[in-house]
């Protein structure tokens, strides 16, 4: 006789989980595509548009911005209407932006297309972590999250790579042709997500029972029930206020600066990856394929990160990311000026190290904050950060033109280090813990 499944936790993966693993995942593969093409088409669409520094920056930047009022939004609004409802904004929002950047014939437009393609990120965050964690056990939560972060460069990786196929092949209008086709990719995700169920978490902390019991069964089998999920007060008004006068603030602070002092850096460079390599004495073809070798390096890194995620913890991660990746800034800061082999070797630690930083970018907002306010916490994360670094990526193209790229990367160094700093004082460790225990406050 088989031993009764006491717990959501003990219930082993099944088809159900890898299905939506593959949803959720899809969503961060075309988060990566859709903010990484444009450092594709960047330079052309420039050219044709005649923009100056300034509306280069802050193009780039708008997605970012974007992402601000998306996170904030989308929390609230995954809190209120749940996870499934949400889940078909976002690819629905990257649909027609990308119809309308191919259209565009200014650099406001662009602006205006790139601002609304980050809200839609920002509704991403919330609703697909969230829905993903409230299915998954515990020993199997860490990777499968930070495995979304690897799908984040998977899709970056494949927008270089796509991106640079158009632009070769594509004629005059070639860079339209880049911008549109996340459309693509779009399409399928909001196929793949059809027929999603609402969290029985989610449903069982609104004081609806009998929904949550129904998606159970559905889910796991008519065998089991409300008995596999833990006791959940009804929980209707939360709010961000709410979070932090329940004792959430240290943690909402630490979540903003580590997810603001690892997306700065990285979103420089992608945004202007083939300018940054320029600036490092690697110009056209080696400065393009350098850009795709420093992405699929991002994608290692954070592959190795998400193996041992559970071997040697949240906390001993986020710390030695952030130290030998600023590390890394720092000798490219100082060395700017190298052999382009040397440069390369250095960019490519970075993206390495950064790995680990990166994966727990979704695992620790998901972990620490419990069901009522899960999605409000990760969205207020994900808006924090991005206002950094939409104000980072900005300042790229400027600090390029006034002070040059060594003291550009020093400076990307120094945010690193914040983030070190920040990690040692406040990160938590919840490594092996269900979500009752690693969003508890009283450990």
């Known amino acids: 006789m088989n031993n009764p499944v006491l717990s959501i936790e003990d219930v082993p993966i099944n088809r159900f989980h890898q299905l939506l693993?593959?949803?959720?995942?899809?969503?961060?593969?075309?988060?990566?595509?859709?903010?990484?093409?444009?450092?594709?088409?960047?330079?052309?669409?420039?050219?044709?548009?005649?923009?100056?520094?300034?509306?280069?920056?802050?193009?780039?930047?708008?997605?970012?911005?974007?992402?601000?009022?998306?996170?904030?939004?989308?929390?609230?609004?995954?809190n209120h209407f749940g996870r499934k409802k949400l889940y078909f904004v976002?690819?629905?929002?990257?649909?027609?932006?990308?119809?309308?950047?191919?259209?565009?014939?200014?650099?406001?437009?662009?602006?205006?297309?790139?601002?609304?393609?980050?809200?839609?990120?920002?509704?991403?965050?919330?609703?697909?972590?969230?829905?993903?964690?409230?299915?998954?056990?515990?020993?199997?939560?860490?990777?499968?999250?930070?495995?979304?972060?690897?799908?984040?460069?998977?899709?970056?990786?494949?927008?270089?790579?796509?991106?640079?196929?158009?632009?070769?092949?594509?004629?005059d209008d070639a860079w339209r042709w880049v911008l549109l086709s996340p459309?693509?990719?779009?399409?399928?995700?909001?196929?793949?997500?059809l027929g999603t169920p609402e969290s029985p978490r989610w449903l069982l902390s609104k004081g609806r029972p009998e929904e949550a019991e129904r998606v159970i069964k559905q889910v796991y089998g008519s065998q089991f029930g409300l008995q596999i999920l833990p006791e959940h007060p009804p929980q209707q008004n939360a709010s961000l206020a709410q979070l932090l006068k329940a004792g959430y603030g240290a943690r909402m602070a630490f979540v903003s600066l580590f997810w603001m002092c690892s997306v700065i850096p990285v979103f420089a460079v992608y945004a202007f990856a083939p300018r940054v390599l320029q600036a490092m004495n690697l110009t056209g073809t080696a400065a393009a394929y350098g850009s795709v070798a420093i992405t699929v390096l991002f994608v290692i890194g954070c592959a190795v990160a998400t193996w041992i995620i559970d071997i040697i913890g949240r906390r001993p991660m986020v710390i030695h990311s952030f130290l030998w990746s600023g590390l890394a800034l720092l000798c490219l800061g100082f060395f700017s000026d190298a052999n382009e082999y040397l440069v390369l070797v250095l960019f490519g630690l970075y993206a390495l190290f950064i790995g680990g930083a990166q994966v727990l970018q979704l695992v620790y907002p998901n972990e620490i904050f419990p069901t009522e306010i899960r999605?409000?916490?990760?969205?207020?994360?994900?808006?924090?950060?991005?206002?950094?670094?939409?104000?980072?990526?900005?300042?790229?193209?400027?600090?390029?033109?006034?002070?040059?790229?060594?003291?550009?990367?020093?400076?990307?160094?120094?945010?690193?280090?914040?983030?070190?700093?920040?990690?040692?004082?406040?990160?938590?460790?919840?490594?092996?813990?269900?979500?009752?225990?690693?969003?508890?406050?009283k450990r």
Request: aromatic residues 12%.
């Open 90 to 171: 976002g690819p629905i929002i990257f649909m027609l932006c990308s119809i309308g950047q191919f259209w565009a014939e200014s650099a406001l437009t662009l602006f205006i297309c790139r601002f609304c393609i980050g809200i839609g990120v920002g509704f991403e965050y919330p609703v697909a972590g969230s829905i993903l964690v409230e299915y998954l056990p515990a020993k199997s939560r860490g990777p499968r999250l930070a495995a979304l972060t690897i799908l984040w460069f998977a899709g970056a990786a494949l927008a270089y790579i796509i991106g640079n196929l158009i632009l070769n092949y594509g004629g």
């Open 183 to 193: 459309a693509f990719i779009g399409l399928v995700l909001l196929i793949i997500r």
């Open 375 to 441: 999605s409000i916490g990760v969205g207020v994360g994900a808006s924090v950060s991005r206002i950094g670094a939409a104000v980072g990526t900005w300042v790229v193209p400027i600090a390029l033109e006034s002070v040059g790229i060594g003291y550009t990367m020093i400076g990307a160094a120094v945010v690193t280090f914040i983030g070190l700093f920040v990690s040692v004082t406040l990160a938590p460790e919840t490594r092996g813990m269900s979500l009752e225990q690693a969003s508890s406050l």
């Open 21 to 78: 693993t593959v949803r959720s995942g899809g969503g961060w593969l075309l988060d990566g595509y859709i903010l990484s093409i444009l450092g594709v088409a960047l330079v052309p669409f420039s050219s044709e548009l005649g923009l100056d520094s300034f509306w280069e920056g802050l193009i780039a930047a708008a997605a970012l911005i974007g992402i601000f009022f998306g996170g904030f939004i989308g929390g609230a609004a995954t």
